[in-house]
């Protein structure tokens, strides 16, 4: 889903000069193209994420279409205090991007886990949470930030994930997508372990 998320920020960057990426010191390996063919549309804030969040508000005041990214908890409970009175309060259209939701960082351990995310971010005011489930999702995720940009939480995962789409879907972010029909029951998911679901579902 990184993958997925750079280029589409890439190619959103080259036709929107109001794009923006910030980072918490993270994305090595990733985001060198963006940081090359934008150098004033991104921005590294170090291991400092709650400047990093204050920085994205400031940016986005002024006009700027930003995604401030780091790790799962780092970019939200980390900066919970910034991202409700910066960015919410002031409704800032800010993207704050999360990598590796839920325990997808594994044996880094409890402070690498994100499991409280959703529950925090859904209590802020008109705060938008987007969690796709493959790299097509993401990039539906990426086209629907910039033409609506308001405040937002997009959570992505980090292991590679397979896709579960065979193309692009109809992408629409406060509405379902059926993945397949059946009559015993209803399966709903969201984000990375929608390929678990889908495998539960068969069997």
Not at 20 to 33: C, K, P, Q, W
Not at 132 to 144: C, F, H, K, L
């Amino acid at each position: 889903m990184r993958d997925s998320f750079i280029s589409s920020l890439t190619s959103a960057a080259e036709v929107d000069s109001e794009v923006t990426l910030i980072t918490g010191d993270l994305g090595f390996g990733v985001f060198e193209e963006f940081a090359s063919k934008f150098p004033k549309q991104f921005f590294n804030s170090g291991v400092a994420e709650q400047s990093m969040i204050s920085m994205a508000a400031g940016m986005a005041s002024m006009g700027k279409k930003v995604f401030a990214y780091s790790i799962g908890n780092f970019s939200t409970m980390r900066c919970l205090e910034q991202i409700r009175n910066d960015i919410c309060y002031q409704k800032n259209p800010v993207t704050v991007v999360s990598v590796g939701g839920g325990y997808a960082y594994g044996n880094l351990g409890y402070s690498h886990h994100a499991i409280e995310d959703f529950s925090i971010m859904r209590t802020l005011p008109g705060m938008k949470i987007i969690s796709p489930a493959d790299r097509y999702e993401v990039q539906g995720a990426i086209s629907e930030i910039i033409k609506y940009p308001q405040p937002s939480y997009l959570r992505l995962g980090r292991n590679g994930e397979k896709d579960i789409h065979e193309g692009k879907p109809e992408f629409k972010t406060d509405k379902f997508i059926e993945i397949a029909k059946g009559k015993d029951g209803t399966i709903l998911f969201t984000g990375s372990i929608g390929l678990m679901a889908i495998a539960a579902r068969n069997e």
